[in-house]
């Protein structure tokens, strides 16, 4: 039987936030993101986005999968697959479909499984809301704490 191939990402079609880069506002993309940085607002992205283990946000992520290693306050909102890798400390809601959860990862808040379609009503109305969730400033090098 073939195995099922994922799309093969082309790297200058991923946006990126490196390390010690400081953004405050909102993100919409097509592509997948890579935060490595400090971010403060909403991500929206169609693809993946990748939390590095240096990574600081403050606010939303809508996104179809995560990759999370970083240090996040604010709500997942996931149209597929969320994996919370070994290290990781996140204080807030999942809205998912899927969970993978490393030992080692911290998760504060409520989960709430999403059934097929669910995804595409809920974050039609996270994304059109004109206003960010007001989160407590955090900067890198610090752990956010509950």
Known sequence: MAK?????VNVNEVSRISSGTVIKGDISSPNDIRIDGSFEGKINSKG???VGDRAVISGDII???VDFWGRMTGS????DTLSL???CKVNGDLHIKRLVVELGAQFN????MLADGEF???AGTVSSDKSTTPVKPVSTGTQVEA
């Open 109 to 112: 808040g409520n989960c709430k």
């Open 4 to 8: 099922a191939l994922e799309p093969a």
């Open 85 to 87: 890798k070994e290290g």
């Open 76 to 79: 997942l909102y996931v149209k």
């Open 48 to 50: 993946r986005v990748v």
């Open 63 to 65: 996104c179809d999968n």
């Open 120 to 122: 595409d009503k809920l």
